[in-house]
T-cell receptor
């Protein structure tokens, strides 16, 4: 199967600090990973597409300077929420497609709470 | 870009009855349509998917139908059980490394 690991599963940080979230594909190489944000009782909204070895592609309305994405290897993508504020509190979740086989697998998600 | 509409937003059924969730998509280039089940606080889990070259797919109590001409697809759950209670999302994608666009979700409640 395809396994995607995400860490941490939850984090609480102070307003103004930065938080890094890791997304790893454990048993396959992922040239592309996706980062979503989900507010309570809402759908998953795509934030950006992470591409290994190149810049991420951000969706309209997502601040690239605030949500830094790094995809330095074929198995790891990171999302850094910089200068976090309470409105950034949300469920962040990554996904990857195993070699373009249409099998999108999600990480376990990260519950971010900014206080 | 792609726009996926899903309805109903909430659905209550009696245990043993069937549940149907409907979605429409806007981009005729989309060719992959997965359905996800999400329990509270957990990751979405793929329950069934269909590609545009197939009109219907079934897996035990779950089936999905696709009408490419009308650009709509539906999820059918038969003989519902309390453990089917969750939020269900439909989605559309152009497949292979392309982003997935989700519907708003349907909260399904199966009443014992």
């Amino acid at each position: 199967g395809a396994v995607v690991s995400q860490h941490p599963s939850w984090v609480i940080c102070k307003s103004g600090t930065s938080v890094k979230i890791e997304c790893r594909s454990l048993d396959f190489q992922a040239t592309t990973m996706f980062w979503y944000r989900q507010f309570p009782k809402q759908s998953l909204m795509l934030m950006a597409t992470s591409n290994e070895g190149s810049k991420a592609t951000y969706e309209q309305g997502v601040e690239k300077d605030k949500f830094l994405i790094n995809h330095a290897s074929l198995t790891l993508s990171t999302l850094t929420v910089t200068s976090a504020h309470p409105e950034d509190s949300s469920f962040y979740i990554c996904s990857a497609d195993k070699q373009g086989n249409y099998g999108y697998t999600f990480g376990s998600g990260t519950r971010l709470t900014v206080v | 870009g792609e726009n996926v509409e899903q309805h109903p937003s909430t659905l209550s059924v009696q245990e043993g009855d069937s549940a149907v969730i409907k979605c429409t998509y806007s981009d005729s280039a989309s060719n992959y349509f997965p359905w996800y089940k999400q329990e509270l606080g957990k990751r979405p889990q793929l329950i069934i998917d269909i590609r545009s070259n197939v009109g219907e797919k079934k897996d035990q109590r779950i089936a999905v139908t696709l009408n490419k001409t009308a650009k709509h697809f539906s999820l059918h759950i038969t003989e519902t059980q309390p453990e089917d209670s969750a939020v269900y999302f439909c989605a559309a994608s152009k497949g292979g490394y392309q982003k997935v666009t989700f519907g708003i979700g349907t909260k399904l409640q199966v009443i014992p």
